[in-house]
Nanobody, 118 residues
Framework: QVELVESGGGLVQPGGSLTLSCAAS????????MGWYRQGPGKQRELVAA???????DYGDPVKGRFTISRDNPKNTVYLQMNSLKPEDTAVYYC????????????WGQGTQVTVSS
């Protein structure tokens, strides 16, 4: 079991930027596939971005070209840099991580709220 703790959410104006962080417990972070998901009001949870333990990166279509996922293994942390934010990016953002396939990992953070509004 890996404990994941997100931080960095908040209120930002449209067009603004925000960086989310997810810190993982333990000593196996470099072996984990990591990802960011989000769930907006009245919407299903969706994948935002994922980064494997070997650095392969994928993005959900709505955020391509605007968001960047990265990881710092010595700090046990994965980041989500969000630029050109839109009101439709408003959601609770969750971190997820696991040794196997990300889609089957039970390890979730508690979530951090991102609100894009003027």
């Amino acid at each position: 079991q890996v404990e994941l703790v997100e931080s960095g959410g908040g209120l930002v104006q449209p067009g603004g930027s925000l960086t989310l962080s997810c810190a993982a417990s333990g000593s196996i972070f470099s072996l984990l596939n990591m990802g960011w998901y989000r769930q907006g009001p009245g919407k299903q949870r969706e994948l935002v971005a994922a980064i494997t333990r070997i650095g392969r990166i994928d993005y959900g279509d709505p955020v391509k070209g605007r968001f960047t996922i990265s990881r710092d293994n010595p700090k046990n942390t994965v980041y989500l840099q969000m630029n050109s934010l839109k009101p439709e990016d408003t959601a609770v953002y969750y971190c997820r991580g696991g040794i196997g396939e990300l889609v089957s990992s039970p390890n979730w953070g508690q979530g951090t709220q991102v609100t894009v509004s003027s």
